[in-house]
């Protein structure tokens, strides 16, 4: 009887390390998968377009802080935005 118990034992050991090195290979391959589809679309999409997500210029400026143009607007416009 020891004997089966500690084969089990064993058995459910070895079981739990493989499992847990092939869920690790999994979850690997998928996020890789995800995030050159999810990732590289988008990247391409945006170089088609010419989109340009961050504004970094090769010059030199004392701050990346950009000036926008707002107008006040009625106070209507402020009650229901969604």
């Known amino acids: 009887m020891k004997k089966g ?3 089990f034992k064993g058995f ?3 079981f739990k390390k493989f499992s847990h090195a092939f869920a690790t290979v999994v979850n690997f391959i998928l996020l ?3 995030y050159i589809v999810g990732v590289g679309i988008t ?3 945006a170089k088609l377009v010419g989109k340009k997500f961050l504004n970094l210029d090769k010059k030199r400026r004392p701050s990346y802080w950009e000036d926008k143009d707002l107008k006040k607007e009625p106070m209507e416009n402020y009650y229901r935005q969604f």
């Open 12 to 14: 459910l050991e070895g």
């Open 5 to 7: 118990k500690l084969f």
């Open 32 to 34: 890789t998968i995800v």
């Open 43 to 45: 990247s391409l999409v």
